[in-house]
């Protein structure tokens, strides 16, 4: 079935940077948008970015525009989320989810991978 | 950062219904459909319905959504101790997604 499994998370200290990875199986993945979500500790649901299925179109939230750049590699079926700047606020664990051509749902989520930024 | 507005929480005893709502604007809910998520704690979020009423394949009829102007509505009926969870509306604004603040609901 349909799998998403993301990797990369960790603790990181302030101002330093991560990479997020996103692996998919089990469906064509350049045939989908792709998105990153992520849930702060206690807190909601916040998108951060989505990228078209051919890597086209890019948008991102104002809280994370300028410092995430999204990617994609369709060879391999994965998904980025090059995170720069990190600050405590983006402590959270991130989703990344698909989103069907001509869609604006999510149909399918991964696990999440926990991103803490500390000193 | 949420645009969309959910009431914090909800609750009811077994075999009862409740109701979730997501208030939005023009721009978002009014003109956009409505997808309703279903996040058991401590878990990733489920598609509950889709395009403001449509239920995906294995989600039981108990699980209803409506939307009328910029205000959307998910029920819940016949509600059992495992329908607890937070629940979240989400829409598009642009090219942008956006999210309801979530709603928890308790099975007294």
């Known amino acids: 079935q349909v799998q998403l499994v993301e990797s990369g998370g960790g603790v990181v200290q302030p101002g330093r940077s991560l990479r997020l990875s996103c692996v998919g199986s089990?469906?064509?993945?350049?045939?989908?948008?792709m998105h990153w979500v992520r849930q702060a500790p206690g807190k909601g649901l916040e998108w951060v970015a989505i990228?078209?299925?051919?890597?086209?179109?890019?948008y991102y939230a104002e809280s994370v525009r300028g410092r995430f750049t999204i990617s994609r590699d369709n060879f391999k079926n994965t998904l980025y989320l090059h995170m720069n700047s990190l600050s405590v606020e983006d402590t959270a664990i991130y989703y990344c989810?698909?989103?069907?051509?001509?869609?604006?749902?999510?149909?399918?989520w991964g696990q999440g991978t926990l991103v803490t930024v500390s000193s | 950062q949420s645009v969309l507005t959910q009431p914090p929480s909800v609750s009811a005893a077994p075999g009862q219904e409740v109701t979730i709502s997501c208030s939005g604007s023009?721009?978002?809910?009014?003109?956009?459909?409505v997808s309703w998520y279903q996040q058991v704690p401590g878990t990733a979020p489920k598609l509950l319905i889709y395009?403001?009423?449509v239920r995906p394949s294995g989600i039981p009829d108990r699980f209803f959504g409506s939307k009328s102007g910029s205000s959307a509505t998910l029920g819940i009926s016949g509600l059992q101790t495992g329908d607890e969870a937070d629940y979240y509306c989400?829409?598009?604004?642009?090219?942008?997604?956006?999210f309801g603040t979530g709603t928890k609901v308790t099975v007294l």
């Open positions: 989810a698909r989103e069907d051509y001509g869609e604006y749902y999510f149909d399918y």
């Open positions: 089990a469906f064509t993945f350049g045939h989908y948008a």
């Open positions: 990228i078209a299925y051919d890597g086209t179109n890019i």
């Open positions: 023009s721009s978002t809910v009014g003109n956009n459909y």
């Open positions: 395009d403001n009423s």
């Open positions: 989400g829409t598009w604004d642009g090219g942008r997604r956006v």
